[in-house]
């Protein structure tokens, strides 16, 4: 079982330029959540997925972020006409039940130039 | 202050001692998990406490949790260099009274263990 994957681990865009993180849970986790971490900070919850449904969106900004959880493929996380301010680690993290906690992946460094 | 703080911001030790780290957290919680992060890395889920446990161990950690002082605390003992490392509270508060996987991290404790 390799995990939860995240890809690209640094991904690096100009302003205006859109970002798309990719993450594939853990074998036969149906539960998907997407968290940034600023730097210097702790997590903070973006969204939560299950596959072709929006559970809790509660922490997405309002504007130019979208998550979805496809019934084939991983999960996108896209950013468009990324800003300075969108650079940081994004985590995703599956679970197949709450009971034995959450599998973070090793998240995607956004960096925007 | 935040949900799910951690106390201290950072904590420096040598090999063999011991490290506490504590979280205070605001709301009612499902359960409350610890993570640890090296440094870049992605999160490593330690242990989880649910909210009708008091007391919890794992190999060389050991938690504790106070649902009357919304606290927790999370001892590493006979710590190594390896435990370098920061360290995360996190609280599942739940929706409709089940966990609820929308976990409220604090801003974490940085431990440096001295060999």
């Known amino acids: 079982n390799a995990g939860v994957m995240q890809n690209p681990r640094h991904l690096v865009r100009r302003r205006g330029q859109e970002a798309r993180l990719r993450c594939s849970p853990m074998k036969g986790h149906s539960h998907v959540y997407w968290y940034r971490q600023l730097p210097e900070e702790g997590l903070k919850f973006m969204v939560y997925?299950?596959?072709?449904?929006?559970?809790?969106e509660s922490g997405m900004p309002k504007e130019r972020f979208s998550a979805e959880f496809p019934k084939e493929g991983p999960s996108i996380l896209r950013i468009q006409q990324v800003v300075r301010g969108d650079s940081a680690a994004y985590f995703c993290?599956?679970?197949?039940?709450?009971?034995?906690?959450?599998?973070f992946g090793s998240g995607t460094r956004l960096t925007v130039v | 202050s935040q949900q799910g703080e951690e106390d201290p911001q950072a904590l420096s030790i040598q090999e063999g001692e011991n490290a506490t780290m504590n979280c205070s957290y605001k709301?009612?919680?499902?359960?409350l998990q610890w993570y640890r992060q090296n440094s870049g890395r992605g999160l490593v889920h330690l242990i989880l406490i649910r909210s009708n446990e008091r007391e919890k161990h794992s190999g060389r950690l050991r938690v504790t949790l106070d649902t009357s002082k919304k606290s927790s605390s999370l001892l590493i003992t006979a710590s190594r260099a390896a435990d370098t490392a920061s360290y995360f509270c996190a609280t599942d508060a739940g929706a409709g009274g089940t966990s609820y996987g929308k976990l409220t991290f604090g801003q974490g404790t940085i431990l440096t263990v001295h060999p």
């Open positions: 997925l299950q596959k072709e449904n929006i559970i809790d």
């Open positions: 993290a599956s679970s197949l039940d709450s009971l034995y906690g959450y599998t």
């Open positions: 709301t009612s919680i499902n359960n």
